[in-house]
């Protein structure tokens, strides 16, 4: 594994908002820009070339999450597969008199490209319904399993690992549950487990999961669906029937061989690289937690992805943190990319019961294959400094 980052001494630690391109991924993709531009659905040697190049990126794909390649739809990315999972299964419904009680659920530490379709779905008349963490971040069945046996659900999304604190979710039993209890699917976004933790769909018996390319080396504006049954989603874009008439649009075929190549390589290095990450991240924790007074992990120790880390620092404000490590050269970041430019509290630190001293000190490192020891000493001493800084100003007690 290579990687063609090399930006002088920058330090990046934002891998949960994006990855680098890996060089072997970026190598397997330039032919896809250069002489093999044919259209996937031309009926000639160009298309041919495109169309092959496409079906053995879906292999590599379905091999990663254990499905079979048919069972894979590539999309323009997480938000996408995430938006086709939940309005296309439900879509077809419409709100009419049977399916007027219908109940959909999800849980309230979810992505943004997931809680706003359930929004929009809420806005049409549906009745959806967000369980509730604890203090790790980890959903209550008890929730779950009381509203299954109460209300006729639809439809159930749960993430399998969270982008904001890295919680891992118990799928497999929030799916045995769910499927117990009632004919509704479920859908899972693993977009931040995805290459990290081992995923076998048929093992946690979903019926939809999305994926991203751009969190684990591939290129950015690619991802896939998981569709156990095809037929029970209703295409977001209608066209040219490309994707089997799932996802209709000619194929981002650079994206999509850049996207295999990079799934082949995860599953090649699965265990062996996450060990030494996991490593590295359980002693960056360590020394922030001895080298930092008044501060704590967020989220759980042992069911966590194995290059978040998640720290809150009472008494100076998060967005300050990442202004001062960005001076010192190092990336991180509060929490959620996409909404890291709002102003506003993070849903999912409110949600684990973080009171709002904590959610407003909150810092998100995220290691990735990138990272060396020595970068992760330089961060442990660049935040205790900013720390100190920051508490001088405040007047809160760094002792
Ligand atoms: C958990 C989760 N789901 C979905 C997405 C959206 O994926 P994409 O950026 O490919 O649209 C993200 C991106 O940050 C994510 O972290």
Same mark, same amino acid.
């Given at each position: ?24 991924? $970026? ?28 079906? =053995? ?9 254990? #499905?079979?390649?048919? &069972? ?7 938000? /996408?597969? *995430?938006? %086709? ?6 879509? @077809?419904?419409? $709100?009419?008199?049977?399916? =007027? ?5 999800? #849980?309230?530490? &979810? ?22 963490? *604890? ?16 209300? =006729? ?34 859908? !899972? ?14 093992? %946690? ?10 969190? $684990? ?10 569709? @156990?049954?095809?037929? +029970? ?8 029937? +490309?994707?089997?008439?799932?996802? #209709? ?13 990079? !799934? ?54 998060? &967005? ?6 960005? /001076? ?9 990319? !996409? ?24 810092? @998100?490192?995220?290691?990735?294959? +990138? ?17 100190? &800084?920051? @508490? ?8």
């Amino acid at each position: 594994m290579t990687l063609a980052m090399n930006q002088g001494d920058l330090i990046y630690f934002d891998n949960a908002a994006s990855t680098p391109v890996l060089s072997e991924v $970026i190598q397997e993709m330039v032919p896809y820009l250069g002489n093999h531009y044919g259209n996937p659905s031309s009926q000639h040697t160009f298309g041919f070339n495109t169309s092959r190049a496409i079906e =053995k990126a879906r292999r590599h794909v379905a091999y990663l999450i254990g #499905s079979s390649p048919d &069972e894979i739809t590539f999309t323009s990315g997480g938000t /996408e597969a *995430n938006n %086709l999972a939940i309005k296309g299964s439900i879509s @077809r419904l419409g $709100i009419n008199n049977d399916n =007027k009680g219908t109940v959909l659920i999800s #849980s309230s530490i &979810e992505h943004d490209s997931v809680l706003q379709p359930f929004n929009s779905l809420k806005a049409q008349g549906f009745n959806v319904k967000f369980v509730e963490v *604890n203090r790790e971040g980890i959903v209550n069945l008890e929730s779950l399993l009381e509203i299954l046996k109460k209300d =006729k659900v639809m439809l159930v999304s749960i993430m399998l690992a969270n982008n904001e604190v890295g919680t891992i979710q118990p799928i497999k039993e929030l799916t045995k549950i769910t499927h117990e209890n009632s004919n509704a699917l479920f859908h !899972c976004d693993a977009v931040q487990a995805l290459g990290k933790i081992p995923i076998d769909v048929k093992h %946690l018996d979903v019926d939809l999961l999305s994926l991203s390319s751009h969190k $684990i080396y591939g290129p950015k504006g690619v991802g896939a669906i998981y569709t @156990r049954d095809r037929d +029970q989603l209703t295409p977001l874009i209608d066209g040219g029937g +490309q994707e089997k008439s799932l996802r #209709s649009g000619t194929e981002n075929v650079y994206g999509i061989v850049g996207f295999g190549g990079a !799934c082949k390589i995860a599953s090649a290095n699965l265990n062996e690289n996450w060990s030494k990450i996991k490593k590295l991240r359980d002693y960056l924790i360590d020394r922030v937690l001895s080298a930092i007074p008044r501060c704590h992990v967020n989220g759980s120790r042992s069911q966590r992805l194995p290059n978040n880390a998640h720290f809150s620092f009472p008494g100076v404000k998060g &967005e300050d943190i990442i202004v001062k490590l960005n /001076e010192y050269g190092i990336a991180a970041s509060t929490g959620a990319a !996409c909404s890291s430019n709002k102003a506003k509290p993070s849903h999912v630190l409110k949600a684990m019961g973080l009171s709002l001293l904590e959610i407003e000190g909150s810092l @998100r490192l995220t290691l990735g294959h +990138q990272n060396t020891m020595y970068e992760v000493e330089r961060v442990i001493l660049a935040l205790e400094e900013t720390i100190k &800084e920051l @508490r001088r100003h405040s007047g809160f007690p760094n002792n």
